[in-house]
């Protein structure tokens, strides 16, 4: 009887030592998960927004958000480490509080992501216009521009090609409406995006005006030109350029079509 129950605790003792065991190393990981995803958020957070603030330059900003992805990544490796040691505890609870932080660390890592699938899908320019042969310049903003990486003049007929690839729809607007009712409108329109306009020539049918990125804040500067065209209609062309870096990954052309999606709704 005595030997009967000594192999039983036996027994019990064999079983509970691997669940004591997956215990601690699930709640290890968990907590080690959890760290890392949440510093991964908030480094990802303030990479972008860092920029915008002044913090740091936005090479500063990219470097912060690949350590942020690092961070995640790790994080998530230790969700996995967390649900199976819960699994083989059979610790339901424990398995479901992984959860939170696999779903966190997988929205932190969709912006990264995101950015990367636009760079692989997109080609490396940074100024799109609607007009490739004779784009709209920067005559008010040409200092500016001037003074960035990226330059006032247009790149060429390199990434004339590339857009015309990439972006056939980007092309003028012809509105059946006269110069002046145009120009009225598309100014209004770009105040309505958001745009800080900087100039409004109406006798020379031209309106400049600057855009900011939301995440970085990264400056991109727009000119307008309104013309008459021998039909007796309108034709608008927009130029979207951004101050720095090669790629826009996509932005400018967005801007563009936005805009003009806007201004014909008009009309």
């Not at 100024?127 to 500016?144: E, G, Y």
């Not at 409108?185 to 020539?201: K, P």
């Not at 939301?214 to 000119?223: I, L, M, N, P």
Request: charged residues 20%; aromatic residues 8%; hydrophobic residues 50%.
């Amino acid at each position: 009887m005595a030997g009967r129950a000594v192999t039983t605790a036996h027994a019990i003792i064999a079983s509970v030592k691997p669940r004591l065991r997956y215990n601690t190393v699930t709640r290890v990981a968990l907590t080690a998960s959890v760290i890392l995803v949440l510093a991964g958020a908030v480094t990802a957070t303030l990479a972008g927004p860092g920029h915008r603030w002044g913090w740091w330059a936005f090479t500063t900003g990219f470097e912060v958000l690949r350590w942020a992805v690092y961070a995640t990544v790790a994080g998530l490796a230790f969700s996995v480490v967390a649900g199976i040691g819960a699994i083989l505890a059979k610790q339901r609870r424990l398995a479901l509080a992984t959860l939170p932080a696999i779903v966190l660390g997988a929205a932190v890592l969709s912006v990264p992501l995101g950015m990367w699938y636009r760079a692989t899908h997109v080609p490396p320019i940074h100024d799109i216009s609607t007009d490739l042969n004779h784009p709209p310049a920067f005559v008010a903003l040409r200092a500016v521009r001037e003074a960035a990486p990226n330059g006032a003049d247009y790149p060429g007929q390199t990434t004339a090609r590339l857009q015309r690839e990439v972006y056939p729809s980007i092309k003028p607007l012809r509105l059946a409406a006269d110069r002046a009712a145009v120009f009225t409108a598309a100014d209004q329109v770009a105040h309505d995006m958001g745009w800080r306009v900087v100039a409004t020539e109406p006798a020379q049918g031209r309106i400049e005006a600057t855009a900011r990125t939301f995440w970085f804040g990264f400056y991109d500067d727009v000119v307008i030109r309104i013309s008459e065209v021998n039909d007796g209609g309108t034709q608008v062309d927009v130029r979207s350029a951004s101050r720095v870096g090669r790629s826009d990954l996509g932005t400018n052309a967005r801007r563009i079509g936005e805009f003009l999606r806007r201004l014909q709704a008009r009309f």
